[in-house]
């Protein structure tokens, strides 16, 4: 259960207060650049399977047996949204060889959107939220995390002139 708390929670960040999903998705951006940094976008992709069913796993065995599908402090999913909404500067980063902070904007973008997103609940990612199971505490913020990576592409195609307004 140790090592299920230490995961689900990203070593406690789950238990700051206020607000631990923004704090969650706010610790997540320094290990996303960091990952990328050792292995480009191919590393960040693997790392985000790799969480996601990590993350899974330890939700699984935080919410057994308890009425609370989704406790607050669990917010590894934060990562993995937030995470997935960065993989579009990771890929622009690593295909065109520039430092990923070149793009800083766009993890501005990135984390709001995804915050955004994960506390607005809109259509499938409340969908994904409402299964009241370890994999929908999982999805609903994998999927937050895939509309934040597409207004993440929408606003990178307006401000550089490929999105006429």
């Keep these: 259960m140790m090592l299920a708390r230490m995961i689900a929670t990203l070593f406690g960040v789950g238990y700051i207060r206020p ?4 704090w969650g998705s706010f610790v997540s951006l320094p290990w996303a650049w960091l990952v990328h ?8 992709l693997i790392g ?3 969480a996601f069913l990590k993350g899974w796993w330890a939700t699984d ?29 990771s890929y622009a980063a690593w295909a065109n060889d520039i430092s990923i902070l070149a793009m800083w904007p766009g993890w ?3 984390f709001l959107l995804f ?3 994960d506390i607005w609940k809109p259509w499938l990612v409340g969908w994904a939220d409402r299964r009241g199971d370890a994999l929908g505490v999982m999805l609903d913020d994998v ?9 993440v592409l929408v606003l990178a ?6 999105i006429m307004t």
């Design 19 to 22: 607000a631990p999903g923004t």
């Design 37 to 44: 940094v050792l292995g480009g976008f191919p590393l960040l």
């Design 48 to 50: 985000v399977v790799a």
């Design 61 to 89: 065995q935080m919410t057994r047996g308890s009425e609370d599908h989704d406790p607050s402090e669990i917010v590894v999913d934060e990562l993995v949204g937030q995470w997935i909404a960065l993989l579009p500067l």
């Design 108 to 110: 501005i973008a990135a």
């Design 115 to 117: 915050r955004l997103f």
């Design 143 to 151: 999927i937050a995390g895939v509309f934040a990576a597409l207004g």
């Design 157 to 162: 195609g307006i401000a550089h002139g490929v």
